[in-house]
């Protein structure tokens, strides 16, 4: 199928396709198209320039976008998508003035999470899943990670990896999968903390490779959940089976959790509510790409990452949803877009970066996705009729997009 885009009002992230991420000052810049068009074929972008330029091309369709603006589509670099049931409750028990710690300790939390995912079939876990990942495709998310961790068992923890296994082969769009066994300790392990992690290394890990269910793997290092010593352990077992880290640091506490990830090579450090400015400088000169989670910082009212320190060093920095049941129970990208440039005062050039080529690069994805480049997948997002890109984190709360186009085809 060849489709022709014209007379868009502006076309957004248009790069070469060798950029992989952009960093520091570099983020400020968003290259566009005013009155531009697009140019597709099958699942590619074929070409794009400005209207007065337009050559003459055979097409099979010809769509008029006047007054729309076209991007690249969301990358979400970290969610939890594949989870049971919900957890309003516990929101409703911090409002009454209970700390998320407080939840978890008593056993909700993650462990709640875990115990509804263990007693949920795979069968309804998928259609509970599917009908998310359903719902943000259609809010402009168009490449995905999602991490196992709701199960700590290792029927549990398999399902959820089957489940995203499923979600990859029934859904157009690329979907990366995490290990996250070392998510939180089970009751059942209670002071045995040494035992849980032998039980994921020896008996759940081989099992993930044997099926190839990820691709990554990750632990939440942090006080009262797992230490370095244990991010060590794991992630140097991980890539004994070629599991490359991305990982949990930073959220509550600077414990060294952004130093163990570099030291592993790790692609991505995320949460980073928490940053000493050691923290900071250690990321410099380096291949790991932070990431920031402000749905979880407006969930939790806790700090959001401190996004001007980190780009004003000169480094990168790419945006996520953390979509999941207790933290951040919202998988909209276009929300966090809003809330990096409400409260991160990100200016909408940084945020759109870090949403889109960042993102990419944050999930092996920026050869492919991320941006608008020759070669690369047809994956973007018009919006409605909007004055201007800075409309859209400006208009929060509101959906401006229209369609979103995965892989060369509509999702309406
Ligand atoms: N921090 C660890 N894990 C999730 C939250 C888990 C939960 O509360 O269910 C997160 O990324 O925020
Ligand atoms: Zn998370």
Same mark, same amino acid.
């Given at each position: &199928?060849?489709?022709?885009?014209?007379?868009?009002?502006?076309?957004?992230?248009?790069? /070469?396709?060798?950029?992989?991420?952009?960093?520091?000052?570099?983020?400020?810049?968003?290259?566009?198209?005013?009155?531009?068009?697009?140019? #597709?074929? /099958?699942?590619?972008?074929? %070409?794009?320039?400005?209207?007065?330029?337009?050559?003459?091309?055979?097409? /099979?369709?010809?769509?008029?976008?006047?007054?729309?603006?076209?991007?690249?589509?969301?990358? %979400?670099?970290? +969610?939890?998508?594949?989870?049971?049931?919900?957890?309003?409750?516990?929101?409703? %028990?911090?409002?009454?003035?209970?700390?998320?710690?407080?939840?978890?300790?008593?056993?909700?939390? #993650?462990?709640?999470?875990?115990?509804?995912?263990?007693?949920?079939?795979?069968?309804?876990?998928?259609?509970?899943?599917?009908?998310?990942?359903?719902?943000?495709?259609?809010?402009?998310?168009?490449?995905?990670?999602?991490?196992?961790?709701?199960?700590?068992?290792?029927?549990?923890?398999?399902?959820?990896?089957?489940?995203?296994?499923?979600?990859?082969?029934?859904?157009?769009?690329?979907?990366?999968?995490?290990?996250?066994?070392?998510?939180?300790?089970?009751?059942?392990?209670?002071?045995?903390?040494?035992?849980?992690?032998?039980?994921?290394?020896?008996?759940?890990?081989?099992?993930?490779?044997?099926?190839?269910?990820?691709?990554?793997?990750?632990?939440?290092?942090?006080?009262?959940?797992?230490?370095?010593?244990?991010?060590?352990?794991?992630?140097?077992?991980?890539?004994?089976?070629?599991?490359?880290?991305?990982?949990?640091?930073?959220?509550?506490?600077?414990?060294?959790?952004?130093?163990?990830?570099?030291?592993?090579?790790?692609?991505?450090?995320?949460?980073?509510?928490?940053?000493?400015?050691?923290?900071?400088?250690?990321?410099?000169?380096?291949?790991?790409?932070?990431?920031?989670?402000?749905?979880?910082?407006?969930?939790?009212?806790?700090?959001?990452?401190?996004?001007?320190?980190?780009?004003?060093?000169?480094?990168?920095?790419?945006?996520?949803?953390?979509?999941?049941?207790?933290?951040?129970?919202?998988?909209?990208?276009?929300?966090?877009?809003?809330?990096?440039?409400?409260? &991160?005062?990100? +200016?909408?050039?940084?945020?759109?970066?870090?949403?889109?080529?960042?993102?990419?690069?944050? &999930? /092996?994805?920026?050869?492919?996705?991320?941006?608008?480049?020759?070669?690369?997948?047809?994956?973007?997002?018009?919006?409605?009729?909007?004055?201007?890109?800075?409309?859209?984190?400006?208009?929060?709360?509101?959906?401006? #997009?229209?369609?979103?186009? #995965?892989?060369?085809?509509?999702?309406?």
């Amino acid at each position: &199928m060849r489709l022709l885009f014209i007379n868009i009002r502006e076309l957004i992230q248009v790069r /070469d396709a060798s950029v992989e991420k952009v960093s520091g000052l570099e983020m400020k810049k968003l290259p566009k198209i005013p009155n531009a068009w697009l140019f #597709i074929e /099958d699942d590619k972008i074929s %070409d794009f320039g400005k209207m007065e330029d337009l050559p003459e091309i055979q097409v /099979d369709q010809t769509i008029d976008l006047s007054g729309k603006i076209v991007l690249p589509s969301w990358c %979400d670099s970290h +969610t939890h998508l594949v989870y049971a049931g919900n957890r309003e409750q516990e929101f409703v %028990d911090r409002i009454n003035g209970l700390t998320y710690e407080e939840i978890a300790n008593r056993g909700g939390g #993650i462990l709640n999470s875990a115990k509804t995912l263990n007693e949920t079939s795979e069968e309804e876990l998928y259609k509970q899943s599917a009908s998310r990942l359903e719902e943000v495709i259609k809010l402009g998310t168009g490449a995905i990670e999602i991490k196992s961790g709701y199960g700590l068992t290792k029927e549990g923890e398999l399902k959820i990896l089957r489940v995203i296994k499923k979600l990859k082969e029934n859904y157009n769009l690329p979907v990366k999968a995490t290990f996250l066994g070392a998510h939180a300790l089970p009751s059942e392990y209670k002071n045995r903390k040494e035992e849980y992690l032998t039980m994921v290394i020896e008996e759940i890990l081989p099992a993930v490779a044997k099926e190839d269910l990820a691709e990554y793997i990750d632990i939440f290092c942090e006080k009262g959940y797992f230490s370095i010593e244990d991010t060590d352990r794991l992630l140097e077992a991980g890539k004994k089976y070629g599991l490359q880290p991305k990982i949990h640091v930073n959220q509550f506490n600077s414990i060294g959790g952004v130093q163990a990830g570099i030291a592993h090579k790790a692609l991505s450090v995320d949460h980073l509510e928490v940053m000493t400015p050691e923290d900071i400088k250690s990321l410099i000169g380096t291949q790991t790409m932070p990431v920031a989670l402000p749905g979880c910082s407006l969930f939790l009212s806790i700090p959001y990452t401190p996004a001007r320190a980190i780009m004003e060093a000169g480094l990168p920095l790419a945006l996520a949803t953390d979509f999941n049941p207790g933290s951040s129970p919202s998988g909209n990208m276009n929300l966090v877009v809003s809330l990096a440039c409400i409260k &991160m005062k990100m +200016t909408p050039e940084e945020a759109i970066n870090a949403a889109t080529i960042n993102a990419a690069y944050a &999930m /092996d994805l920026s050869k492919t996705h991320g941006s608008i480049s020759r070669g690369k997948k047809a994956n973007f997002i018009i919006t409605k009729k909007i004055p201007s890109y800075a409309y859209l984190p400006y208009s929060f709360g509101s959906n401006a #997009i229209e369609d979103v186009y #995965i892989n060369g085809k509509s999702v309406n």
